[in-house]
T-cell receptor
Framework: RKEVEQDPGPFNVPEGATVAFNCTYS??????FFWYRQDCRKEPKLLMS???SGNEDGRFTAQLNRASQYISLLIRDSKLSDSATYLC???????????????FGIGTKLQVIP | NAGVTQTPKFRILKIGQSMTLQCTQD?????MYWYRQDPGMGLKLIYY???????DKGEVPNGYNVSRSTTEDFPLRLELAAPSQTSVYFC??????????????FGNGTRLTVT
């Protein structure tokens, strides 16, 4: 089983739609969680951190469910400019305590259609 | 702040040639990383460093070497380039806090073709 799993999509949604992505992680010791956005042939950029209580940033809402080991990203009122690949990222401290292990999911591709 | 700067942006190598991909960051981050991303695929960790003088292998280190003589710089060396090393290479840095809740900051990437 992969450490971080995402549905690669693509998700094709009309403008104005609400779309949700899920990501599951296998290591219960994982400590911090992020969503990144990656545009075609560009570097990944941090979209938002994911907190245990859930957090919102404008049209974007992130949720964490530690019991079920998944995180989610909800995008409301989709815009054409939201078209990108969304990467789920999980951090954990290594057993030795000296390294922050960062694991990326393969990403979910979103295409917002006019 | 420039953040994470990678050079060159593009490079074409012939099989068997060598080159160094440069990466520098001005955020005083301890942790630095090299990833490669093949078309339509996810990021794969090549090497990482938790501080000056300390480096370690990631999941795909074969064919690469790194050094970390300063906090700012983390060059990636390709020896004897092979077509399988055609990819986009991203350098990243982070400054983990005590709770390891620190995102990565990426450079713009280097697009390498080996023919």
């Amino acid at each position: 089983r992969k450490e971080v799993e995402q549905d690669p999509g693509p998700f094709n949604v009309p403008e104005g739609a609400t779309v949700a992505f899920n990501c599951t992680y296998s290591n219960s010791a994982s400590q911090s969680f992020f969503w990144y956005r990656q545009d075609c042939r560009k570097e990944p950029k941090l979209l938002m951190s994911v907190y245990s209580s859930g957090n919102e940033d404008g049209r974007f809402t992130a949720q964490l469910n530690r019991a079920s080991q998944y995180i989610s990203l909800l995008i409301r009122d989709s815009k054409l400019s939201d078209s990108a690949t969304y990467l789920c990222v999980v951090n954990k401290r290594t057993d030795s305590g000296g390294y922050q292990k960062v694991t990326f999911g393969i990403g979910t591709k979103l295409q917002v259609i006019p | 702040n420039a953040g994470v700067t990678q050079t060159p942006k593009f490079r074409i190598l012939k099989i068997g040639q060598s080159m160094t991909l440069q990466c520098t960051q001005d955020m005083n981050h301890n942790y630095m990383y090299w990833y490669r991303q093949d078309p339509g695929m996810g990021l794969k960790l090549i090497y990482y460093s938790v501080g000056a003088g300390i480096t370690d292998k990631g999941e795909v280190p074969n064919g690469y070497n790194v050094s970390r003589s300063t906090t700012e710089d983390f060059p990636l060396r390709l020896e004897l380039a092979a077509p399988s090393q055609t990819s986009v290479y991203f350098c990243a840095s982070s400054a983990p806090d005590r709770r390891y809740n620190s995102p990565l900051h990426f450079g713009n990437g280097t697009r390498l073709t080996v023919t």
